[in-house]
């Protein structure tokens, strides 16, 4: 994943030391003691521990009144791969795709649900640093960021897979862990492009390597136009016409 800057400038020395075994506990007082965190049915055993809601209990939110199971369906159903880490490191919870069959970016199984940081990734390359990058960075709000936008370079427009982390904090604005999203944004770019008359195009000068080209001349009705402004020379392509997006 192409990481930002500031993040790369980071100490190895200062984010290596994040504890990703999750042998404290949670500033909230919420970790759940007593149950392996490796057994494959902690969710079950943690939730009777501690008499969870569950199914048509009702849960009472800052901004809303939900019943387990209307949370659970619309989480289900959100766009794109989320999942919750305290400030621990122990993997709380991810939203199960509601087809088994999805194959997931950040791929995560139930089973895993009370893992460590540790055992959740793969101990291969720098996989494992550069996660205690991203969360050491989010705990100590590094150079000021609380939050995180990774993209994954796949080589294509057609593939535009981003990670989000955002830091999580408490009504005081304490830690208490990271909120992760993942999504492929080219269907949402694509839409984007068909709706709008606009194109992404590689823009060799650009710092990202794509850029939106846009129109000059609106259209009344959906503000496009059929003119490309000349922002610059580039050699002519035939458009992708099933996508709405273009490459070169």
């Not at 494992?128 to 709000?141: C, D, E, F, G």
Request: negative net charge; contains cysteine.
């Amino acid at each position: 994943m192409a990481e930002p800057k500031w993040l790369k400038d980071m100490s190895r020395d200062d984010y290596m030391k994040e504890n990703f075994n999750a042998d404290g506990k949670s500033v909230a007082g919420t970790t759940v003691v007593g149950i392996d965190k490796e057994d494959p049915n902690w969710l079950d055993k943690a939730a009777k521990k501690v008499n969870a809601a569950e199914g048509d209990d009702y849960v009472k939110l800052d901004s809303g009144l939900l019943t387990v199971n209307q949370i659970n369906w619309m989480l289900r159903n959100t766009i794109g791969e989320m999942t919750f880490v305290d400030d621990n490191n122990q993997f709380l919870w991810y939203n199960r795709p509601v087809d088994p069959n999805y194959k997931m970016k950040a791929g995560r199984k139930p089973e895993q649900v009370g893992d460590n940081m540790k055992d959740i990734h793969p101990d291969v390359r720098d996989v494992i640093p550069n996660a205690k990058k991203v969360v050491h960075a989010l705990r100590t709000k590094e150079a000021g960021h609380d939050d995180v936008y990774m993209p994954v370079p796949t080589g294509n427009l057609k593939e535009l897979v981003l990670h989000y982390y955002k830091r999580v904090e408490d009504d005081k604005g304490n830690y208490v862990g990271i909120y992760e999203w993942v999504q492929d944004l080219y269907p949402l770019v694509k839409y984007f492009c068909e709706t709008t008359g606009q194109k992404l195009v590689v823009d060799d000068d650009a710092s990202t390597g794509a850029t939106y080209r846009r129109n000059s001349d609106p259209d009344a009705s959906s503000g496009a136009s059929t003119k490309a402004e000349e922002v610059k020379e580039e050699k002519k392509e035939e458009p992708d016409t099933t996508s709405g997006a273009s490459e070169h």
